[in-house]
T-cell receptor
Framework: NAGVTQTPKFRILKIGQSMTLQCTQDMNHNYMYWYRQDPGMGLKLIYYSVGAGITDKGEVPNGYNVSRSTTEDFPLRLELAAPSQTSVYFC???????????????FGNGTRLTVT | AQKITQTQPGMFVQEKEAVTLDCTYDTSDPSYGLFWYKQPSSGEMIFLIYQGSYDQQNATEGRYSLNFQKARKSANLVISASQLGDSAMYFCAMREGVRSGGGADGLTFGKGTHLIIQP
């Protein structure tokens, strides 16, 4: 199993450009997440999804959009990139259930994005 | 208020010594999980160990153990017999159960501790 796969690994954007970060998982997990990690900091939740067609905002959603058309895929869209969006982006997934809080998140390897 | 506090930004430890990484948490949720992740310089997030709020015994996974003190809201990670390969960032994280409908909104992370193992 590949687990959680993110593409691209690295990207440089100019201010005002747009891009989509791709995330796919093959573990049949209902829950999926996007986090960002700024230098020297922990991870902050951008958006999450509890299943196909359902998404919700996390702690830092401004400047981003998501969609979830299938269980496997959860792309993150950046519109009008700004230098403040320079960060490492992680996609993650986990199982769904009444005791989901007992389950760890499985992370992709991250996308390092620079906006100049 | 921060939900997860890691008070040690960086630590230097001699190889083969035991290491304790501190983590305190803040929640009123009766059901929660506490997790530790390792992030080596290559950047990936590696799950190490988990402790549930109802667990009576401290969790252990190989050289990793979790010193869970519920009344003090503390969940320290202990690494026994440290190795050079343990050098990395370590993150403590929490997943609340009742507030978020079973943990739907994922993990809340601390800012991490940068551990360096010296030969």
């Amino acid at each position: 199993n590949a687990g959680v796969t993110q593409t691209p690994k690295f990207r440089i954007l100019k201010i005002g450009q747009s891009m989509t970060l791709q995330c796919t998982q093959d573990m049949n997990h209902n829950y999926m997440y996007w986090y960002r990690q700024d230098p020297g900091m922990g991870l902050k939740l951008i958006y999450y999804s509890v299943g196909a067609g359902i998404t919700d905002k996390g702690e830092v959603p401004n400047g981003y959009n998501v969609s979830r058309s299938t269980t496997e895929d959860f792309p993150l869209r950046l519109e009008l990139a700004a230098p403040s969006q320079t960060s490492v982006y992680f996609c993650a997934s986990s199982t769904r259930g009444q005791s989901s809080y007992n389950s760890p998140l499985h992370f992709g390897n991250g996308t390092r994005l620079t906006v100049t | 208020a921060q939900k997860i506090t890691q008070t040690q930004p960086g630590m230097f430890v001699q190889e083969k010594e035991a290491v304790t990484l501190d983590c305190t948490y803040d929640t009123s949720d009766p059901s929660y999980g506490l997790f530790w992740y390792k992030q080596p310089s290559s950047g990936e997030m590696i799950f190490l160990i988990y402790q549930g709020s109802y667990d009576q015994q401290n969790a252990t996974e190989g050289r990793y153990s979790l010193n869970f003190q519920k009344a003090r809201k503390s969940a320290n990670l202990v690494i026994s017999a440290s190795q050079l390969g343990d050098s990395a960032m370590y993150f403590c994280a929490m997943r609340e159960g009742v507030r978020s409908g079973g943990g739907a909104d994922g993990l809340t992370f601390g800012k991490g501790t940068h551990l360096i193992i010296q030969p």
